[in-house]
């Protein structure tokens, strides 16, 4: 009924337009736009998707929260009487900034070159924007019954914490993530999980259920202002340096949440999980280093086996002969379901004693949800039946979404963008990465699974 090859083909088209709007955040003219004026850049984006959406008889419009910061909201209607309550493809329409110097390719050309779509935006998350577009359009085309509303939802301003997109939205309006009835939705579909990983000899999807808590912390320093020709060990260079290698030195056993004991078990790494539930934490890492090579698959498995503290931001002193009186490092905090957020601000207060003052910026709980809900199930069987070799799995990633802000309404939302990868494509090293790009190839595998997950759920 669908031509998934002809699909596939608009739906590259639809990438490679996106690509080419520098829907960069924060927007203005920045290093990251690549000379590019970004502004507004969000609202094309959402236009673009509005437009799509309405030459093909959906309804859609774009709502900003603030100036140039559209979301794109559309909606194919419920056609029983009686509908349950709605699924909603969520994305966001935002990118990271570039540096330029470092791109092979023009990082907004969206060059297409043997069989590779070359862009910033490329795996998050304009390959999924334009896989649900693609998708609205062929249950629109393909015209069945739908037993529940389908929300299309591209916002602004994921990539700096959803202030002008998903939070907005959730506690403005959250009647557009309901129906009619005013009922919340069922489920979300959105990025980052869905991909495949090659694990020795295993291709595991990544079914996103589960994402780390966040809490981005601030550590000040004090000390007292004076000459730098007589040192002084009241100087917060000192003391800043000080806290900041405590925090970084301090061990981070590790706790691992059934999701993820799951995950490795099926990945063939049981071995290093029994190791870190007995504490051994140098033979569980000397475990993984030696079943997985790739060392940054191997990072991104370590960080969801512990809380993570990581200083990423140092600042302090201004001028060579002056002893600095303030300094401030910023820390990005991830912690894993089951961690209490105050406590763990508070052991590392104590690990950093007086040196600095710890106090937490900005935080989002962990959030977690069924792995055996229906629609889950929906997306194992999709994924094997297109896949038979493949190894569909629930797991945990370690950054956060806009899953978090859909979880103030209660609405799970798991990460599904499908795509099969060669083994030798560094995806995870694409996102926010250097070089950008997706295969074709990943989306015509893509596009069919996760249409038919949506359909299966939409019209049973
Ligand atoms: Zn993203």
Not at 63 to 86: I, K, N, Q, W
Not at 326 to 340: C, K, M, Q, S
Not at 342 to 361: P, T
Request: proline share 7%.
């Amino acid at each position: 009924m669908i031509d998934w090859n002809l699909a596939t083909d608009e739906c590259v088209a639809h990438l490679r337009a996106l690509i080419r709007i520098p829907s960069v955040n924060p927007p203005g003219v920045a290093d990251g736009a690549a000379d590019q004026d970004s502004t507004g850049g969000e609202t094309a984006a959402a236009t673009y998707c509005a437009d799509v959406l309405r030459a093909n008889g959906i309804d859609a419009q774009v709502l900003e929260a603030a100036p140039g910061r559209g979301s794109c909201f559309a909606r194919l209607p419920a056609t029983v009487a009686d509908p349950e309550p709605p699924l909603i493809l969520l994305s966001h329409v935002d990118v990271v900034p570039v540096d330029v110097e470092s791109w092979t390719r023009d990082p907004f050309g969206a060059e297409l070159i043997d069989g590779v779509i070359w862009g910033r935006g490329a795996v998050d998350m304009k390959d999924m924007v334009a896989m649900e577009l693609s998708v609205m359009l062929a249950l629109q085309r393909t015209g069945g019954e739908r037993r529940r509303d389908v929300i299309f939802a591209a916002l602004a301003d994921e990539e700096a914490g959803g202030v002008y997109g998903a939070l907005h939205w959730v506690r403005e309006r959250p009647d557009l993530f309901g129906d009619a009835t005013g009922r919340l939705a069922a489920a979300a579909l959105n990025e980052v999980g869905g991909y495949s990983m090659t694990v020795g000899d295993r291709r595991a999807y990544a079914i996103q259920v589960a994402e780390k808590g966040i809490i981005w912390t601030r550590m000040r320093a004090t000390g007292t202002p004076s000459h730098g020709s007589m040192p002084s060990p009241d100087n917060a260079a000192i003391k800043l340096a000080r806290a900041v290698s405590r925090l970084a030195e301090a061990p981070r056993p590790s706790r691992v949440i059934p999701v993820v004991r799951s995950f490795f078990t099926a990945l063939g790494l049981a071995a290093v999980v029994e190791r870190a539930e007995r504490g051994d934490e140098e033979g569980s890492r000397a475990m993984l280093a030696e079943l997985v090579p790739d060392p940054v698959l191997r990072r991104s498995l370590d960080a969801m086996l512990r809380d993570t503290v990581t200083p990423n931001v140092i600042r302090v002193g201004k001028k060579v002969n002056v002893v600095p009186g303030v300094g401030e490092a910023e820390i990005d905090v991830r912690t894993l379901p089951g961690t209490d957020q105050h406590a763990f601000l508070a052991d590392l207060q104590a690990i950093v004693g007086d040196d600095a003052r710890v106090e937490s910026v900005h935080t989002m709980p962990p959030v977690e949800w069924a792995a055996d809900a229906e629609i889950v199930q929906l997306m194992q069987q999709a994924l094997l039946s297109a896949d038979p070799d493949g190894l569909p799995l629930p797991m945990m990633i370690t950054p956060g979404t806009d899953a978090k802000a859909m979880a103030l309404l209660g609405i799970p939302t798991y990460g599904f963008a499908p795509l099969r990868l060669e083994a030798d494509v560094p995806f995870l090293s694409l996102f926010h990465g250097n070089d950008e790009r997706v295969p074709v190839s990943a989306l015509r595998f893509g596009l069919p699974v996760l249409h038919e997950v949506v359909s299966r759920f939409v019209e049973g």
